[in-house]
């Protein structure tokens, strides 16, 4: 299984900015598809997650400003970041409980993608 996102980059305070993670591989089922970031020096954090029949939680930080969402069919999960602030500026992580046809649920995460919010 292999989860690619994409979308990040720099983008102005107040601005907006989609990331998409995909995920691929031999998969029978996504329970939970999740995005999280971290900043040199910490530990990543949690940021929003969506389970598979489309509840969501955020972080209270991101509350309000940021809007996950997920196509079941094409296995993606996004994170509509709006009204941005510099203390986003992190590397952002998707993460995504996967089950593999044949074997049990395991825990995923991509690579990541750099978001910047310039002042």
């Known amino acids: 299984v292999q989860l690619q996102a994409s979308g990040g980059g720099l983008v102005q305070a107040g601005g907006s900015l989609r990331l998409s993670c995909a995920a691929s591989g031999d998969i029978s089922g996504i329970n939970v598809m999740g995005w999280y970031r971290q900043v040199p020096g910490k530990q990543r954090a949690f940021v929003a997650g969506?389970?598979?029949?489309?509840?969501?939680n955020y972080a209270d930080a991101v509350k309000g400003r940021f809007t996950i969402s997920r196509d079941n069919a094409k296995n993606t999960v996004y994170l509509q970041m709006t009204g941005v602030k510099p203390d986003d500026t992190a590397v952002y992580y998707c993460?995504?409980?996967?089950?593999?046809?044949?074997?049990?649920?395991?825990?995923?995460w991509g690579r990541g993608t750099l978001v910047t919010v310039s002042s």
């Open positions: 969506i389970v598979s029949g489309g509840s969501m």
């Open positions: 993460n995504a409980r996967v089950t593999v046809w044949g074997r049990r649920e395991s825990n995923y």
